[in-house]
């Protein structure tokens, strides 16, 4: 009996150790008119540059984001959700222009190359995150305006938690910025 006892015993820990299941990451959505900033809630296709996408585990639909940064920020922030399923940038590499980012050219935010410390500011003013696909896209972009290359768990959280004065960073922005993509 206690054999028995002790058998059952060692098949339930063995079975409490299995790993659990992969769940599937789930797919990006298309960006529609609909679709509206998490921490602005102002419409994101109102804004030019890279956006993204945050789902959350168990959560249908996504949260959005007029600047990648900002997803960012949302990610290192202690005050959100840490359930974070996946995140979807815009991958600058295949966007038409600065202005027009894409509605489906999505990359998860883990395969993506960033440029930060750039001359070019994300549609809210602020110093953005921009996205690329190739760590190629990448370099060019950082070549003609400024910034760093980086993975996405090398970006430090203080360069998007950090406050940012809006009046000096906005006139980062630049009317070559369609070029600037290219």
């Known amino acids: 009996m206690k054999r028995r006892f002790f058998l059952l015993l060692a098949l339930g820990l063995l ?6 299941p992969e769940v599937a990451k789930p ?8 679709a509206a900033g998490h921490y602005c809630q102002m419409t994101v296709l109102e804004h030019e540059g890279p956006k993204a996408q945050i789902h959350l585990s168990g959560n249908p639909f996504p949260f959005w984001f007029t600047q990648v940064r900002d997803a ?6 202690p005050e959100e959700p840490k359930d974070i399923a996946a995140i979807y940038v815009s991958d600058m590499d295949v966007a038409a222009n600065w202005k027009e980012p894409g509605f489906d050219n999505w990359i998860d935010a883990e395969a993506a190359w960033f440029v930060v410390d750039s001359k070019q500011a994300g549609g809210m003013g602020a110093p953005e995150t921009i996205p690329f696909g190739t760590e190629e896209g990448a370099k060019k972009f950082a070549a003609a305006q400024g910034g760093r290359v980086l993975r996405l768990d090398d970006i430090p959280a203080e360069y998007v938690l950090a406050p940012v004065e809006l009046s000096s960073t906005s006139q980062l922005k630049q009317d070559n910025t369609d070029e600037a993509v290219q």
């Not at 079975?15 to 659990?20: D, K, L, N, S, V």
């Open 72 to 77: 960012i920020a949302f990610m290192h922030s």
């Open 15 to 20: 079975a409490g150790c299995q790993e659990a």
């Open 27 to 34: 797919a990006a959505i298309t960006l529609t008119a609909e």
